[in-house]
């Protein structure tokens, strides 16, 4: 969850800017972060984008204050149009989840864990080289430019969709307080009837409940 360990990603709209490269969102792809704003007098910043580095042309983004007061999803000299719809209203400088997925032609955005529906959509979005974070542009000859000023947190980035049960666990944040990574996986089917059930256990937990169905 948000700062749960007492840290963040501080980004001061200046020299903290966070870069990697080729990162493949061609396809299904979910983009998830927290995020808690300096303030509200920002315009047009940039919280994750996928670049080509110099600025401009083929890009995907989660941009703050595009419009007033809110997070949205852009694809930039794209066919496919993802701002209509994905504007999500952050109106203050609080802690804010946000997730944005693609599965398949349907695109949908979470805020605080409140499913919000974009588009059905069959045309590509851009998957440029660059992913950034706090900022785009880093190969510009002027520097990095549309620099985020706040916090970020627990920024997640997967080449699938998620549907609302796993925003519901990320949105928990990564804790070692419950139980974790079952095997197999919750939900696996195909699974041979002696397979041996493990789990990592929960940090505080002194026993753990197991619950089996009863269909086969």
């Known amino acids: 969850g948000q700062a749960s360990l007492g840290q963040a990603g501080s980004f001061n709209q200046s020299s903290a800017f966070v870069d990697f490269e080729d990162v493949d ?9 927290w995020m808690k704003s300096a303030t509200l007098g920002q315009a047009q910043v940039y919280l994750l984008s ?7 042309g083929e890009q995907t983004a989660i941009i703050y204050q595009y419009e007033q007061n809110t997070v949205e ?15 999500l209203s952050v109106p203050d400088t609080e802690w804010h989840h946000i997730v944005y997925t693609r599965s398949g032609s349907d695109y949908d955005a979470y805020l605080d864990g409140a499913k919000h529906d974009i588009a059905t959509l069959d045309g590509p979005v851009h998957n ?3 992913l950034s974070l706090g900022g785009t542009g880093h190969l510009r000859a002027g ?3 549309a620099l985020y000023e706040g916090l970020l947190d627990d920024v997640l980035v997967m080449t699938r969709g998620v549907d609302q049960a796993e925003v ?10 419950l139980a974790s990574a079952p095997s197999p996986d919750n939900g696996a089917d195909d699974v041979l009837r002696d397979h041996v059930l493990t789990w990592e256990p929960g ?5 753990h409940n197991l619950y089996v169905g009863e269909s086969f």
């Open 25 to 33: 969102t061609s396809g299904d792809f979910t983009l998830a972060l």
């Open 50 to 56: 996928f670049s080509n580095g110099s600025g401009g």
């Open 73 to 87: 999803l852009y694809s930039g000299d794209s066919t496919t149009n993802l701002r209509p719809g994905s504007q």
């Open 128 to 130: 440029p080289q660059y």
């Open 143 to 145: 520097g990095p430019v």
């Open 168 to 177: 519901d666990f990320i949105l928990r944040g990564f804790t070692n307080e």
């Open 203 to 207: 940090q505080f937990a002194g026993t």
